[in-house]
Structures are given as C-alpha cells and as structure tokens.
C-alpha cells in the first residue's frame, strides 16, 4: 500500500450513476448534472448533492418539484456538456438537442433520450451538507432503449461505465426484506 492523498479518498468511493436533473421555476425549464446520488434504504427515496452554486437550485426551493432522469454512456458527452455551462444563460434543452416530455406529476420535463426518469418531490435540504431529500412519485423507462449502461463519475473527471450484471439474487432473496 503506498499513501494516497486525503483530499483524493472520495474517488475510491465513487456513488450512483451519474443522473440530469430537470427543473422548471415556473418560466423556464433547465438540467443540472448530479454526479452526487444516493438511494436511500429500498424506498422510492433518493438524495442528491447541490446547493445555491447551482443555477436549478432556485427552482428546487421554489417549486419543490424535479425529475431525475438516467442518462446512458451514449449520452457521455452531453452529461459533461450540461455540466459545464450554466442554465443561467444556456437553454440546455436546445443546446444539447435533447427533448423534454411532459411529466404526470411534476411541472419539470422528462428527458425523453434518458433510459428512465423519475418524477420527484422534495421532501427535505439539509443546507448544512448541501444534501436535497427526494421522494419519487412516478417512474418512467424506456424498454426499447437499446444502451443501458450507466456512468458513474470518480471525481477527477473521468467515468466508470457499468459492465457484466451479476446475478445473486437467489442467493440474496432470503436477506431481503419482504416485497424487494
């Protein structure tokens, strides 16, 4: 083992898949890219890791509402696109040439090129750690995608692409909880 440095120790322990948040603030629609997730217990609750840096905050605050839609490593070039400029000054939807669908439940788009979306609600931001609870409330996937793999960022900018899934489920079904 040789030392590694400290402020580099979270690109070992790199989170969920890399995921566009769509928002609208009542004027306008916009997408953030969350490279920070997390699912939390075998809920439809996640949290994700944003704060007042970013341009979608303000419309997470006011209207409480977002999608989070599941990009795939086709897509690589315009997750890392839609987080280098700032919605702001920037129609990310147009510059990016991705459609937005209208959601069920929320006023924010679905992001029709994404594998899934999730339509969300905000239930808590824990301003100390810049964390925003969601809970979802409808869930949405393409089957005819054909690309499926996810990206996961390690923090340095590059990106782990999913591989081989690995089936133990069998294995695991006594462990689970009833009804995962």
């Given at each position: 083992?040789?030392?590694?440095?400290?402020?580099?120790?979270?690109?070992?322990?790199?989170?969920?898949?890399?995921?566009?948040?769509?928002?609208?603030?009542?004027?306008?629609?916009?997408?953030?890219?969350?490279?920070?997730?997390?699912?939390?217990?075998?809920?439809?609750?996640?949290?994700?890791?944003?704060?007042?840096?970013?341009?979608?905050?303000?419309?997470?605050?006011?209207?409480r509402q977002c999608v989070i839609a599941i990009p795939t490593v086709d897509l690589l070039?315009?997750?890392?696109?839609?987080?280098?400029?700032?919605?702001?000054?920037?129609?990310?939807?147009?510059?990016?040439?991705?459609?937005?669908?209208?959601?069920?439940?929320?006023?924010?788009?679905?992001?029709?090129?994404?594998?899934?979306?999730?339509?969300?609600?905000?239930?808590?931001?824990?301003?100390?750690?810049?964390?925003?609870?969601?809970?979802?409330?409808?869930?949405?996937?393409?089957?005819?995608?054909?690309?499926?793999?996810?990206?996961h960022a390690v923090g340095d900018g590059s990106f782990i692409v999913d591989g081989d899934?690995?089936?133990?489920?069998?294995?695991?079904?006594?462990?689970?909880?009833?009804?995962?």
């Amino acid at each position: 083992m040789c030392p590694l440095e400290l402020s580099k120790a979270f690109t070992l322990m790199e989170p969920g898949p890399v995921v566009l948040v769509s928002t609208h603030d009542g004027r306008g629609s916009n997408i953030m890219t969350i490279s920070w997730t997390m699912v939390l217990d075998f809920s439809p609750q996640f949290a994700i890791t944003t704060g007042a840096w970013n341009h979608s905050f303000a419309a997470l605050q006011k209207t409480r509402q977002c999608v989070i839609a599941i990009p795939t490593v086709d897509l690589l070039d315009t997750v890392v696109g839609i987080g280098t400029c700032s919605g702001a000054d920037t129609d990310k939807f147009a510059r990016f040439g991705l459609t937005p669908l209208p959601a069920r439940f929320v006023g924010a788009p679905l992001i029709g090129e994404c594998l899934a979306n999730i339509e969300c609600q905000v239930i808590d931001i824990v301003d100390r750690y810049s964390i925003v609870v969601l809970e979802a409330l409808a869930a949405h996937i393409d089957p005819a995608r054909r690309e499926r793999r996810m990206l996961h960022a390690v923090g340095d900018g590059s990106f782990i692409v999913d591989g081989d899934r690995i089936d133990r489920r069998a294995m695991m079904a006594a462990k689970l909880p009833p009804g995962v």
